[in-house]
Each structure stands twice: as C-alpha cells, then as structure tokens.
C-alpha cells in the first residue's frame, strides 16, 4: 500500500466487489471463522463502505491473532477510512513492535501522528520510514508539507 492508510479511490466497481462479497460468504459458509477469513470479510466490508463491520470483523481476527502485522495494518487503514486516528495509531504502533522494519507501518504512524496534530511525532515516523525504504515517495512528499 502507498499513501496514508484509509486513502484510495474508494469502492472500485463496487457491484463486482458486493458479489464478491457475496460469493465468499456463501463459499464459506459452512466453515468456521478463523483469523484469515475474518480478515478477508473485513477488506470486503472496508471497500464496500462498511467500516463499523470492518473494524469488528479485523478486531475478531486480531483477536486471535494478535502478532499479526497484516491484520494490525489493516485495522489501521479501517480506522483511518473512519477517521480514527488514534486508534489508527494504536494499531499501527503494535504493527511497529511486532515488525519494526516495516517502513508502511512508520509511515502510516506518521500520517496518524499529522492528523492527530503531533507534527513532530509525524516527522521521527517519516525519518525513520526513509532510514528503512530510502526514497519513499509517501515519507517525501509528507515531509514537504510541513
């Protein structure tokens, strides 16, 4: 993902994306949820515009399992959507300590930390993207909007 968790052009096509949807749900009805299908349920719920069921579903997975950076990043770009920003920065602080080397997640933290008026948080996160992915083109371009 580049750009700030939460951005994009929205739902794409989104009568192909609720058949979809509906697809996978009835594909898996009989099973039981795990981690990755309720991931899977989330995405769909975020592009389709549901961002209260997206966080529930992505929050279920999380639950069990809580170390997944995935699943941590992707609970941070539905409360962005939502425009949660902490709780988007809470996400992605733990998407952080469990992959510190992922320069999205500092990214991301970055863009929370911005919307959350911690300007100079935002610049350590952006620093510290660039240390990691020299050339970032999101890091870059924030860095010269403050």
């Given amino acids: 993902m580049r750009g700030p968790p939460g951005t994009g052009a929205g739902p794409v096509g989104t009568e192909g994306l609720g058949r979809l949807e509906g697809l996978y749900n009835k594909v898996t009805a009989d099973r039981p949820d795990d981690a990755r299908s309720l991931n899977v349920k989330s995405v769909m719920a975020l592009d389709n515009d549901r961002p209260a069921e997206a966080a529930e579903l ?15 990043f992707h609970m941070a770009k539905v409360c962005a959507r939502a425009g949660w920003w902490s709780e988007a920065a809470t996400a992605l602080r733990r998407a952080i300590y469990v992959a510190p080397r992922d320069a999205e997640s500092w990214y991301g933290l970055g863009i929370a930390f ?8 935002a610049v350590t996160c952006w620093r510290q993207c660039v240390a990691l992915e020299p050339g970032h083109i999101g890091a870059t371009a924030a860095f010269g909007r403050l």
């Fill in 58 to 72: 992505i929050g279920r997975a999380l639950a069990l399992e809580p170390a997944e950076r995935a699943y941590l």
């Fill in 114 to 121: 911005e919307q959350l008026g911690m300007s100079d948080d």
